[in-house]
C-alpha cells in the first residue's frame, strides 16, 4: 500500500525559503503514471491546489505562486519536494503532499513566523 | 480555474437524520468528482470518488449521486462519529485541482 510522508521545519522566518520533502513508500514514483503534487490549507480556510509534477517531470503552478514555487522529484529516493521562496505569514498552512487527486498524506503544519 | 460551490456551508442536525450536501461545478467535470471527510487536525479522508463510488471501508450511509456540474453528497443515518467538515474535489481538469468551500457537519 503506497503511503507518502511530508518532512521539513514546522517553523519559517519571513522571507526566507520553505522546503518541504515527501517520501513515498510502498511504491515508486517513477514507476507509476500519476500526478505527484501539494496542497495546502492555512488555519481555519479552504483547501489550495499549489502546484504538480508529472512522473516524467513536466511541472505544473498555481498561476499566484509560479515566481516562488518549485516542485521536483527525485526519482532515486522517490521522493517529492517542495520549495517556495520569500514566504510570508499569508504562506503560513498545512501542507499535504498528494498522488493524483486521491492519495494525500498526512500533512505537515509550517508556520511562518520571525 | 473550475470553481466549486458548495453548500450549505454548515449544517446542524440530529442523530439519525439523513444529511444532505451539495457541489456545484462552474463547467462540467463529468464524473470526475470525489467527496471527502476532514476532522479537525487530520488530514482528508477519501469517502467518494468519481461521484458515485464508495471507497474501500467507509460506512454504506455515505453515498454520491451527479455528474456534469451538479453533484450530492448524503449521509443516510447521521451518527455521532460524522461530526466533521465534508468537501468536493474536482479532478477534471487533473492536475489543476480545485475544493468546495467545505461544509461543517455539527449535531443538534
Known amino acids: 500500500q503506497v503511503q507518502l510522508q511530508e518532512s521539513g521545519p514546522g517553523l519559517v522566518r519571513p522571507s526566507d525559503t520553505l522546503s518541504l520533502n515527501c517520501t513515498v513508500s510502498g511504491g515508486s514514483i517513477s514507476g507509476s503514471n500519476y500526478y505527484w503534487g501539494w496542497i495546502r490549507q492555512p488555519p481555519g480556510k479552504e483547501l489550495e491546489w499549489i502546484g504538480s509534477v508529472y512522473y516524467r517531470g513536466s511541472t505544473y503552478y498555481k498561476s499566484s505562486l509560479r515566481s516562488r514555487l518549485a516542485i521536483s522529484v527525485d526519482a532515486s529516493k522517490d521522493q517529492l519536494s517542495l520549495r517556495l521562496s520569500s514566504v510570508t505569514a499569508a504562506d503560513t498552512a498545512v501542507y499535504y503532499c498528494?498522488?493524483?487527486?486521491?492519495?494525500w498524506g498526512q500533512g505537515i503544519l509550517v508556520t511562518v513566523s520571525s | 480555474d473550475i470553481q466549486l460551490t458548495q453548500s450549505p456551508s454548515s449544517l446542524s442536525a440530529s442523530i439519525g437524520d439523513r444529511v444532505t450536501i451539495t457541489c456545484q461545478a462552474s463547467?462540467?467535470?463529468?464524473?470526475?468528482l470525489n467527496w471527502f471527510q476532514q476532522k479537525p487536525g487530520k488530514a482528508p479522508k477519501l469517502l467518494i470518488y468519481?461521484?458515485?463510488n464508495l471507497e474501500t471501508g467507509v460506512p454504506s450511509r455515505f453515498s454520491g449521486t451527479g455528474s456534469g456540474t451538479h453533484f450530492t453528497f448524503t449521509i443516510s443515518s447521521l451518527q455521532p462519529e460524522d461530526t466533521a467538515t465534508y468537501f468536493c474535489?474536482?479532478?477534471?481538469?487533473?492536475?489543476?485541482?480545485?475544493f468546495g468551500g467545505g461544509t461543517r457537519v455539527e449535531l443538534k
Open positions: 498528494t498522488r493524483g487527486a486521491m492519495l
Open positions: 468519481d461521484a458515485s
Open positions: 463547467q462540467g467535470v463529468k464524473r470526475y
Open positions: 474535489q474536482q479532478y477534471d481538469d487533473l492536475p489543476f485541482l480545485t
